[in-house]
Structures are given as C-alpha cells and as structure tokens.
C-alpha cells in the first residue's frame, strides 16, 4: 500500500514534468510533426484526464465530449465578440461546463456502474443534438468558423508555436487541477472505489465527492475542448461526437488507472502510435482494441502499471 | 390520416428490427449482467457474414442468413467462454473487453471489404399497397422473423430446463451456483443466442438499408435506448421498449422530420433513466 | 505491452532521419470512409493520376531538379475538424499542395488551419463561402449550383415536365447551402419547391419518404446528398410508389445510386448534373490512362475526371514556380489558362459569387435517364463570367 501511495506522490510531478518537456520543445526543434503530435497530446491528455478524475471513483464516463463541446463553444462564442483573453477564457471554459455539471450531477450521480455508463452516453449523444439544434447560438451544423486566435498579455497566440505553448500550458493547468484534486482527496475517492456501500456506512458523505469530482471532471473536460477549438480556430459539432470518447477512455485504460501518469502516458503514447498509421487513421481504432484487451485481460495495471511492475521486480531483484 | 396510418406501419416495422437487437443486448445483460459494447459490431458482421456468402459463394440468401447467425453465435460463443468468461464480474472490465472487440471488428471489417458500401439486395422486393398506403414486402419477411425469433425465444426461456437454468443464473447467481448449475457452460451458450440475434438482425437489415462499415454505431445507441426504455434485463420489457422507440421515431420523423424526433426521444429516456432506471418492466435495480 | 512501449520509444527517435531523393509530396484529401466515401477517393485517384503523368515526364522541376511526385492521402471523413486535422498532418509531411478535401463542413474546417499552415487546398465544396478573399490560397475545383443550375433545370424539364419539387439533403451545411442555391435555379423556371432536410447518418429514410409523398411533388431532387443515402432514398421512393422523376442538382454519384437503388430499372426517370462532359471520348480516355500509368481501376467515378484538372494544373505550376511553395504555386496558378487536354477549355470564375476569381469552370454535362434507359450526357460549354 505504501509503494502505491508513493507512486502517487510523485507520479504528478512526473506528469507535469514530461508535459512540461513539450513547452521546450518548439525553442529545440521546428518539425511540423512534432508540434501536431504535440499539439493533439496536449488537448487529449486533458481530456483523459477528465475520464481518470471520474475512474478515481470507479465511474465510466462517456459524458467529456458534451462538456468539451460547452467549453469549446463557450470559446468560440465570446471569440466572435472578440474576446480572447487567455485568463478570462480558460477561467470560463472551466466554470461554465462545471457550473452545468452541477445540476447534471444531481441528478446523474445517483445511478452507479452501468447505469452511470449508460446515462452518459446518452448525455453526450444529446450534446450533439442540441448542437444542431440551436443555430442561433452555435451555428448548429456549420459549427463557428474563423475563431479569432487567444491573446495572452496582449500578445496574439496566432503561430503554430504560441499555439503549441498555449496547448501545453493549459495541459499544465489541466493536469495540476486534476492532480490537486486527487491528491488531496486520494483516500475519499479510494474508498468509493474500494467500496461505496461500506464507505458511506462508515460515515463517509459519499455524494459530496462525486459530485466534487464530476464537476471537476466537467471543468476539465472544458477545458481540453478550448484547447481544441483554439487548434483548430473551429468549433463544430464534428468535433464533440459522442464516438470520440472512447478514444479517450481508451488513453486512459491502456495508461493505466493508478496514478495520473497513466492519461498522461495513454495519451501519449497512443496518439503517437496512431501518427504511426500516417494517413489511414482509420485503423488506429483496431489498434486501441487490441491494446484496450490485452490491457483488460493480462496487463491490469496498463501501461504505468507494468512499468511499475517491471521496476518492483528489478530492485527487488537487486536488494 | 394516410401519414397516420403510414407512420404507424414504419413504427412497426422499426419496432421488429429494435427488437431484434434489443432482445440479444438485454439477453446478456439480464444473465451476465454485461454491457455488450460489441452488440453493433456483430450486427455488421451478420450483414457481412451474409453478403460475402450471396456475393461470393452464391449460396442462397436464407441460407447466408443461417451461416450469418451462426457465425455471429460462434464468435459470440467463443468470446465469451475464452476472454469474457475471467473476468465476467468485474462491470468495468467486461464492458472494457466488449468495446475492444467492437473496435476490433469494425476495424477488422473495413481493412476486408473497404470503406464503400456493398451492392446487397434483399430477394423479396416490391411493396403492397392497399389505396394510398404501402407495405415494403421485406419489411414484412423482417417483422415475420422477428416475432418468430421472440417466440423462439421465450420458447427456449420458459419452457426449456436451459432457460430455466439461465433465469436462475439471471435471478441470483449465487443460490443457481449452489443448485449445481455451471455458468461456465451457460454464459457462453447465452452470450451465443444474443450475438446470433444481433448477426440475425444485420443480415436481414443491412440488404434493406445498406451494408457499409460503420452501420454498426447507431445500432449500439438504439439498443441502449431500447433496453433503458424496457428495464434492463427485461426481455419482455425490451420487447415492448423497441416497439415504442420504433413508432416515437416513425411519428416524431414523420410529422417533424429532421432530428428534432431523436432529442425528444434522448430526453424522456434520460429523464427516465434518472427517476426510474428500472425502465418501464424492469423490476430491480441490479447492483451493477 | 511493454513490447509496444519499446516500439513506441524506439520510433520516436528517428522521426524524419531519412534524406530524401528529390522528391515532392502531395495531399489528397476528402471522405475515403462512409456515405460520400467516393468523392474523397475520386480526389485520390485524380491526385494519382495527375502525378503519374508528371513523373512519367521525369517529375515536376524543382531548384532546377526533376523531382518524383508522390501521393498521400488522408481521410477527412466530411467533418470539419477531420479536415483541420488532415491538413496537420500533412504539413507534418511537409506537403503544402492539397487536392480536396470535398464537403462543407470539411472546407470550412481546412480554410482557417491550412492558411496558418501555408498550404494551397482545393475543395469541391457547393459552400456559400466555398472561397473567402481572406483565404488566398483556397481554390475551387469547380462552380456551385449558382453557376449551373439553370442548364441543368432547363434541359431537365424539356424531358420531364415539372411543376413541383422537393428537395433532400442532409441538414448541415453541405445540404442548406446547396439547396437554397438549387432552389433558385428551379424557382427561375417557374418551378414550385419544398425543401426537406434529414440528420447525416439516418440509415432508414422511410419516415422522411412519407414526409415527402405528403407534399405530392412532380421530382424528388436528392441535391448534395451522400450518393450512398441518395440510393437508399431512391430505393424506399420506389418501394413507397413514387412514379415521377428523380432530380440531382448536386454532386456527382450516379453510378453509386443506380447501385444502391437496386438497378437503373429502379431509379428509372432521372436527370443530374455531371462536373464534365462524362460521354465525351476524350473523357473517358481518362480511366484508361489511369489503367495504363497505375495498373489497376480508378476508383471515385466521374469525381476523379472533375478533379484531375485541379491536380494536373497544380503540378504544372509547380514546375512553373520552380518550388512548392504555397504562396509562389498560387501566383503560378493564377496566371494559368483554364485548359486540360480531356476536359477541353475553361475560364476561372468565382468573381461574381465569391470576390475571388479562384475557381475552375469547365465544361460539364448533364445526364438523362428515362425509362431506364441512360440517354446519356448532354456537354454544356463553359461561359466566361
């Protein structure tokens, strides 16, 4: 137990370090690939880790594109006002999908294992109708076009470097959130894994956690799609189908479940191996099922987990 | 009162065909207490399974709708017993290992037969028409077969000592345990029927409509809605659910068009699925 | 597991260690998946063929080398952000030179991302802002409905009689703007219309078919829908006892929708607007050619013969502009005649409709199907705007 609580302690250091990597990055090389593999890490590492805060608390959500798309529009919005201060938009993109998920959760947050599975599918499906929906706010099914690059400090993100950087930067802010959060809640949240039935008897206020967590979650998940839209400077509904949160399950599962360093690794390094497909991206998806029942059947701990094995087994060899 | 009439035959025939599916997704989740992820993946695969034996090795269609189950059902079959079967109480897990299969197959399906759609006609054609309303005729082999196979079904359920096994499995798992029944020999056998039923459905609908890799998503979201409407687990509850969602389409399509009919639908199903995730015939809540 | 992780690491390294021969990268783009699979791949094939051509000459002139021109293809599958995406990844590979992508919603995702990433892109899309004067290096490969649609509407109606029609295309961009434009067209000929609208990725068209026989139309136009849906549309049409004429004022497909439709006999009354002359000889030496230079079928039907054009004039101004420099490939373009030795002579337009002359009309045909009976492709010259 204690190795696991250690493994904690440092893995979000370790997380932020190796984002942090990429911050350097755009001063040590100009290779366009490296800054698009980079920039798709970031956004989607963010997004995982909006999965991981929900799996701390064994729940599997498929809800991160509907907060991603409420973010992202938000983004897109205010950007056609021209406002595109970095502070004021990552602050909006966050507390406007949380500020949703709170009733949200009330409601969704009283289901537990597959019912919580099932009822945010469908949550994320509505998302996409509600898009189309509502053109008059969100363009319905032409999306936002030509969202007006972020400025930070009265500088204009507009270079594919500054939008690099922007990317990393909200990865950081994204991945300290999470890991702020976990942390400080490491023992609430393993109880409800563990057991909920019996942390709550033993007088834990279980409802309050998830719902901290979910809205969290959402503020995250927010977040990743501001990152989004401000790669692409479009916001579609394209963009937040349902079908792209399994990819982000996907990342986390395969990274492991244990500690933050799995979204973060998952991440990285499926959306490099799928970089590896080149141009038939279409089959990276049978790539992540075979990794997602390899991972299920013979490598519980994912990709951190069977490092973490492997080391356990080679110092404990030494000693 | 023709569009009404109309809008009720399509709402049936949709019903037959969510049905079908339904019944083999609450199938596995009222025995195994599973999430098929994967239910989308095998009704392509019966559509595919189906084709290549009409296209390629000319068989007769019925006949290619037999292989198709029963290719579907073996895959099933063997799925279950070699890689669900370890792992199959842990919710998590098994709904991981279906969603890896799904994408398996659906990859596995587009790296063969490419990403077009195939040329795969139904034999029965043309359409009675009585005045102004018309009945596809394959609309009506497909409800024909479908109520056959619910038939069939509570047949093998209700009346079989295996379905009396497999509802007690259903019931408390535990006690069916403790009476000598092996769910290792069960499992796979139900998760077979459910898969065959879902192979069963694409090679009798994917001629229909279209045989392309990708049909297999919205079947995955209509059998979720389908069996949340009917109470998980409930076959009878499955059974009326998709006849319910196939006439709410048709009606709300039909009179509304556009996609206005599918958020209504999204909505009543989340709001039941909040204030009472039994569903319309489920009776508890499983401790999923 | 760990085996992939050390792939993984080890790939990582030598990213892009491999010096190149001369040699010089260009995109395709468009949905090679799904309903409108084939017009992404039919930018594809013409994106082959075009650098087939040019490398059987010794390649494009580069620096004062021959370079060899290679294709790589992406999958756009018709969304904005897989558009976006596409352009990415292939700037990752260094192309700045992008035949497609072809929807819409693909379209308006490239237009931003591609001008931040310096890349010449030609979409085929029907948009209203197919072309934006603050995108320079968007091009068009061929004019909208606005440009054609009167030709088509008029030969349309010598053949079938019309009064009324409805029109169906899905309800985002690529089917709105479409239909508004095509509405125009049959409304200047005194033609009634009905528009009805569908969510992309309906299987079942059955309720909507109700919907239109409701309003008793003359022709069912199935505009800027899918080939792939179109044919399913055409199929539960029939099944449901429409009679009249099937309209397509929109992109090319026909032989995909006779497929899917279940034979010309089913589809039986039709007219549609083809991008080239598809009848004329000349045309179709297009497919042997590509049989001959890439030993094997070209896939996309009429949709690579309407995009080649693109392709090859591209190439040429490669060699003309002596790099691939987006900006300097562009200049090189503009100053270009609108030729091709299949299609036969062109005009850029684009002024009128968008601000910017970048858009390629050539001439183009429209089809006639009566009683099941192909009657063939009536080629309709190009005007000058």
């Known amino acids: 137990m204690r190795s696991r609580i250690s493994l904690l302690g440092w893995a979000e250091l370790v997380a932020l370090l190796l984002l942090a990597v990429g911050f350097i990055a755009p001063m040590v090389t100009r290779s366009v690939l490296v800054y698009s593999i980079l920039n798709q890490i970031f956004i989607d590492v963010i997004a995982a880790e909006s999965v991981w805060i929900m799996l701390r608390m064994n729940l599997l959500s498929f809800a991160t594109p509907a907060f991603m798309a409420i973010g992202g529009y938000t983004v897109a919005i205010a950007g056609q006002y021209n406002i595109t201060d970095a502070f004021l938009m990552s602050t909006a993109a966050f507390v406007l999908p949380a500020l949703v998920a709170i009733p949200l959760g009330a409601l969704v947050l009283r289901l537990r294992g597959t019912y919580f599975v099932l009822v945010t599918f469908v949550l994320s499906q509505i998302m996409q109708l509600l898009l189309f929906e509502t053109p008059g706010l969100t363009g319905g099914s032409n999306g936002i076009a030509g969202v007006p690059p972020v400025t930070l400090l009265g500088t204009e993100m507009g270079s594919n470097r500054l939008v690099l950087q922007f990317a990393c930067g909200l990865a950081i802010l994204a991945t300290l959130i999470t890991g702020l959060l976990t942390r400080w809640f490491r023992q609430h949240f393993a109880a409800i894994e563990e057991n909920e039935i019996l942390a709550e008897s033993l007088g834990l206020v279980v409802w309050r956690y998830k719902a901290l967590g979910f809205v969290v979650a959402a503020g995250v998940a927010g977040l990743a799609g501001y990152s989004l839209v401000n790669m692409l400077l479009t916001a579609h509904p394209t963009s937040f189908d349902s079908a792209t949160s399994v990819d982000f399950i996907a990342y986390t599962i395969i990274g492991g479940r244990a500690s933050i360093l799995g979204p973060v690794l998952g991440t990285g390094a499926l959306v490099y191996a799928t970089n590896l497909f080149g141009t038939h991206g279409q089959y990276a998806q049978g790539l992540y099922g075979v990794l997602i029942l390899v991972v299920v059947l013979a490598a519980r701990g994912g990709i951190v987990g069977t490092i973490a094995a492997v080391w356990r087994r080679l110092s404990g060899r030494r000693s | ?288 | 597991m760990k085996h992939g992780l050390y792939v993984a690491m080890l790939c990582a390294l030598p990213v892009t260690a491999f010096a190149q021969n001369c040699e010089m990268k260009l995109g395709a783009m468009g949905p090679m998946s799904g309903g409108a699979a084939q017009w992404g791949l039919g930018m594809y094939s013409a994106a082959q063929l075009a650098a087939a051509e040019v490398n059987q000459e010794g390649g494009v002139k580069i620096g004062g080398k021959s370079c060899k021109v290679t294709v790589v293809p992406y999958d756009s599958k018709y969304t904005a952000d897989g558009a976006a995406a596409g352009s990415n990844a292939l700037a990752a590979q260094d192309i700045h030179l992008i035949i497609g992508p072809v929807g819409s919603p693909e379209a308006t995702g490239i237009k931003p991302v591609a001008a931040r990433n310096e890349q010449i892109a030609w979409n085929a899309a029907y948009a209203k802002n197919s072309l934006e004067t603050k995108y320079p290096l968007m091009f068009h490969v061929g004019p909208g409905p606005a440009v054609w649609g009167d030709a088509v509407v008029k030969r349309a109606m010598k053949v079938f009689p019309m009064k009324t029609v409805t029109l169906i295309a899905p309800n985002d961009q690529a089917g709105t703007d479409t239909v508004s434009v095509d509405v125009e067209a049959y409304k200047g000929n005194g033609v009634a219309t009905t528009e009805e609208y569908y969510q992309r990725g309906t299987t079942n068209f059955a309720p909507i078919v109700t919907r239109i026989l409701a309003a008793k139309p003359d022709v069912v136009d199935t505009a800027s829908s899918p080939p792939g849906d179109a044919g399913v549309i055409v199929k539960q049409l029939r099944l449901a006892g429409f009679t009249g004429p099937i309209g397509r004022l929109g992109g090319p497909g026909t032989d995909e929708i006779v497929r899917v439709s279940g034979g010309i006999d089913v589809l039986k009354d039709f007219y549609w607007f083809e991008t080239v002359p598809t009848d004329d000889p000349k045309v179709r030496e297009i497919d042997a050619e590509y049989r001959k230079l890439l030993g094997k079928d070209p896939v996309g039907g009429t949709a690579v013969w309407a995009d080649l054009p693109a392709a090859r004039m591209t190439l040429k101004a490669v060699s003309i502009a002596g790099t691939d420099d987006a900006q300097k490939v562009a200049a090189a373009l503009r100053t270009l005649p609108v030729e091709d030795p299949n299609i036969g002579k062109g005009y850029w337009t684009g002024k009128k409709q968008f601000g910017i002359a970048q858009e390629l009309h050539f001439p183009f045909g429209v089809g006639i199907i009566k009683d099941g009976k192909n009657l063939g492709v009536e080629r309709q010259e190009a005007k000058p705007e």
């Open chain 2, 1 to 288: 009162m023709e569009q009404f009439l109309q809008a009720a035959i399509i709402g049936v025939s949709l019903g037959a065909q969510y049905a079908l599916l339904a019944l083999g997704f609450t199938l596995i989740f009222g025995i195994l207490g599973v999430v098929n992820f994967s239910h989308g993946g095998f009704y392509m695969l019966g559509g595919y399974v189906a084709y290549s034996c009409v296209a390629g090795l000319g068989l007769p269609y019925p006949l290619a709708v037999l292989v198709a189950v029963l290719a579907t059902g073996a895959l099933g079959w063997v799925f279950e017993l070699f890689l669900l079967e370890r792992l199959v109480d842990d919710h998590l897990a098994t709904l991981m290992l279906t969603l890896g299969l799904y994408l398996v197959i659906s990859t596995g399906l587009l790296t063969i037969f490419g990403p077009l759609s195939m040329e795969f006609a139904f034999p029965v054609t043309g359409a009675l028409h009585v005045g102004p309303i018309y009945v596809p005729r394959e609309n009506l082999v497909v409800l024909v077969v479908c109520l056959a196979a619910i038939a069939a079904l509570w047949l093998v359920l209700y009346r079989t000592d295996l379905g009396r096994g497999l509802r007690a499995l259903a019931d408390d798992r535990a006690v069916a345990m403790a009476q000598g029944l092996r769910p290792k020999l069960l499992f796979p056998l139900a998760f077979a029927i459910a898969t065959g039923l879902a192979g069963l459905t694409g090679a009798l609908v994917t001629p229909i409509l279209s045989l392309s890799p990708g049909v297999g998503d919205p079947v995955l979201a209509t059998s979720f809605l389908t069996v949340i409407l009917g109470g998980l687990g409930s076959l009878e509850g499955a059974a009326l659910a998709a006849f319910v969602v196939g006439i709410v389409e048709a009606f709300s399509s039909v009179y509304f068009g556009g996609s206005i009919g599918a958020l209504v639908l999204f909505v009543l199903v989340l709001l039941l699925l909040v204030f009472r995730p039994t569903g319309l015939l489920g009776r508890t809540v499983r401790g999923a």
